[in-house]
């Protein structure tokens, strides 16, 4: 080859090398572009400006009417508990708990002071339940529980001067779908969470416990059955008389409150005909076209084991934000070359992504987000990213977050301002310049669950919210509390609330 002509094959491959550089270029550069289009169209859809949300309490309010007045109307179950009593701090006395929803079971002992001296010691102790009887039979599973029961009662010997044959009073907090009848009582709807006992469906599990410790010899009477927001209700009015309203933010959501009897036309034949009856929402199925939902969110709710129902829940709890990311995440990995021309393998597995995650990946307050490498790194095996990529995966966090804190602001709002309708119409007096003005008086919401307690953007995007739906002076009268296991301490305090020597 000639000089010349080696210089031109050069020339050549010079320029080749070069028009792939730019066509590289122009690629990622039109790649970026579709990733940033793909978000804005996702934070468009889910925004939740002030407007909106106004609209979504509206909504609420209308289903919480329709719950109530009867049922089967509404999103929401709006449950009568038949809890219309709460404890004051005055209860006195040692009382039980059994806290059963899930693999594991904690069963509790509270010794209360009585006038206001609080709780004087409390015990627990988890147990694992063996997964054979998660889907054995009905007998088994309750022997077992109530032995376990009867294990811890005999394990206190003498401690706490009870006399030998003296009934105990338990709390129980079982956390299935049930049809409550009365305060102890209510029949098993179905199992979940992977339970499949034989036997237990349409039967009443206070009974059946019951049976169980009779069989063991075990002197204990159910006083109360109630779920995990009943619970949190009971534990934060124990310590004060302003909490109004309870919410769970966990792996789901839900919420309860206290509603006055003659704003539940649905309690027709029921004895009570005035007064206070907590009322468990069961939010999480909240759902209207308003809620801003986006293709993500129907193709989540397509794809889990009940699509069509627990709408608020699929957008507000931390059961579902970290699969909502992942799945963003993967549509710009896919349609965008997000993280390289690969889509990473790890990332198309559900559920990959926790909450936990997406809370770290969040909250990474380093500038060059240290955090968020490692978290994609170890989580996803995703190596390598760059500055920019990694500020938009805490761009896609901080909108779903906001989304779910938002949503559950305003949902506590729509209570809020259902607590001051139904003082204005039984023309409660007190209740009604308390409630009307919401000044002078304090109402405290009482939150627990994981979600809550260990998210604190969650928790400022949520506060955020309430402040923006009412105003700074009303939500200065409104406090939002984290109240910790109201799933036993609570169901204990209501198991005082209905011992029998309370409710003669
Ligand atoms: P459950 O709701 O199952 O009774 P918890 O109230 O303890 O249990 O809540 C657990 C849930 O809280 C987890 O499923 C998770 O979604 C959420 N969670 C736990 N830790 C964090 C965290 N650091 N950041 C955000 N969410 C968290
Ligand atoms: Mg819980």
Redesign the pocket.
């Known amino acids: 080859m000639s000089n010349g002509r080696a210089l031109l094959a050069f020339a050549a491959a010079v320029c080749g090398v070069a028009a792939l550089i730019i066509a590289k270029r122009m690629k990622d550069r039109s790649n970026w572009n579709h990733a940033l289009a793909i978000l804005e169209d996702f934070h468009r859809e889910s925004a939740t400006p002030l407007q909106r949300l106004q609209q979504i309490v509206n909504a609420m309010l209308v289903e919480m009417r329709k719950g109530l007045a009867a049922e089967n109307e509404s999103t929401m179950k709006m449950l009568i508990t038949h809890i219309n009593s709460l404890p004051t701090g005055d209860e006195k006395g040692v009382f039980y708990a059994l806290d059963l ?2 693999t594991n079971f904690r069963v509790l002992r509270v010794q209360l002071g009585g006038k206001k001296k609080g709780i004087v010691q409390q015990d627990y102790e988890e147990k694992h339940l063996p997964s054979h009887l998660m889907t054995g039979t009905n007998t088994e599973l309750f022997d077992y529980v109530a032995s376990e029961l009867a294990n811890f009662v005999s394990e206190e010997g003498t401690r706490y001067n009870l006399p030998r044959d003296q009934t105990r009073e338990l709390g129980v907090t079982f ?1 299935f779908p049930v049809k409550q009848n009365s305060v102890a009582s209510g029949t098993l709807i179905n199992w979940t969470k992977g339970f499949a006992v034989t036997g237990t469906v349409g039967k009443d599990v206070v009974e059946e416990l019951q049976a169980a410790m009779v069989r063991r010899g075990l002197k204990m009477r159910v006083a109360a059955l109630v779920n ?1 927001t009943v619970g949190t209700l009971a534990r934060g009015r124990y310590v004060s008389g302003d909490v109004m309203i309870a919410v ?5 959501t839900n919420a309860c409150y206290l509603e006055r009897v003659d704003a539940i036309p649905k309690m027709k034949d029921a004895l009570q005909r005035s007064g206070n009856m907590v009322i468990n929402m069961e939010w999480g199925n909240f759902s209207s076209s308003f809620l801003p939902r986006t293709k993500i969110d129907d193709a989540l709710d397509m794809d889990s084991i009940n699509p069509g129902y627990q709408s608020f829940e699929k957008l507000v ?3 579902y ?2 699969e909502i990311v992942r799945r963003l995440l993967l549509k710009l990995a896919r349609e965008a070359d997000f993280f390289g021309e690969n889509v990473p393998p790890k990332l198309t597995m559900s559920f990959i992504l ?3 995650n ?3 990946l969040h909250q990474d307050d380093s500038s060059d987000l240290q955090m968020v490498a490692k978290t994609l790194e170890e989580v996803l095996e995703i190596r390598g990213t760059s500055l920019e990529v990694r500020q938009i995966v805490v761009e896609v966090c901080d909108i779903v977050a906001r989304r779910g804190a938002r949503l559950s602001g305003s949902g506590i709002v729509a209570i809020l301002k259902k607590l001051r309708r139904s003082a204005i119409i039984s023309g409660d007096a007190e209740l009604h310049k308390a409630r009307l003005s919401w000044q002078g008086q304090r109402t405290i919401v009482a939150v ?8 604190p953007k ?1 928790r400022e995007y949520m506060q955020a919210a309430v402040v923006e739906l009412v105003g700074e002076q009303t939500a200065a009268q409104v406090s939002i509390e984290f109240t910790n296991d109201g ?1 036993g301490i609570g169901a204990a305090l209501l198991a005082a609330c209905y011992s029998e020597e309370a409710t003669p």
């Open positions: 929803g899930g956390s995990d769970i933010l966990g792996t789901g709890s931390g059961m934000l970290g926790s909450t936990p997406i809370c770290s627990d669950g994981g979600l809550y307690e260990h998210y969650y799933s």
